[in-house]
């Protein structure tokens, strides 16, 4: 009996930032490793984005439930990430947005640790990371 792995993509984005801005970045980066969309489970950032346009709308159109964690409860991931931005932690008190959310949804979602499947890419004013409970 195998079971599908856990798909969780984790976004960062600075305030504004269009839907489709969001959208192309997502659909390059999963382009570009084969993985289909109808893999991914959720979304996840930080909750400071809760209210932000854009992702609210991308998890509208993708049919994707958007969980957000504190600052606290991202914290505790800056020793999994690939990469830590000092502008990400002046900004928010986190060092990485996307890689820690998109870690701890998949760490709460699934039975085992989770890891980075993709690590950060850069888009216009967003970032997006893929982590895997498999």
């Known amino acids: 009996?195998?079971?599908?792995?856990i798909l969780v993509i984790g976004l960062g984005c600075q305030r504004g930032c269009p839907t489709g801005t969001?959208?192309?970045?997502?659909?390059?980066?999963?382009?570009a490793r084969g993985i289909g969309l109808e893999q991914v489970q959720a979304l996840?950032?930080?909750?400071?984005k809760r209210?932000?346009?854009?992702?609210?709308?991308l998890a509208e159109q993708l049919a994707?439930?958007?969980?957000?964690?504190?600052?606290?409860?991202?914290?505790?991931?800056?020793?999994r990430l690939s990469h830590r931005?000092?502008?990400?932690?002046?900004r928010t008190?986190?060092?990485g947005i996307a890689e820690s959310a998109a870690l701890a949804l998949a760490d709460r979602l699934g039975t085992a640790p989770a890891t980075l499947l993709i690590p950060r890419q850069?888009?216009?004013?967003?970032?997006?990371?893929?982590?895997?409970?498999?």
């Open 1 to 5: 009996m195998s079971t599908e792995p």
């Open 22 to 31: 969001l959208r192309a970045l997502l659909d390059q980066t999963l382009l």
């Open 44 to 48: 996840a950032s930080i909750d400071l």
């Open 51 to 57: 209210d932000e346009p854009g992702l609210l709308e």
């Open 64 to 79: 994707l439930p958007l969980v957000c964690f504190s600052v606290e409860q991202l914290a505790g991931y800056q020793d």
């Open 85 to 90: 931005s000092d502008i990400a932690f002046e």
């Open 93 to 95: 008190g986190c060092y």
């Open 122 to 134: 850069r888009g216009l004013k967003s970032t997006l990371a893929l982590a895997v409970v498999a």
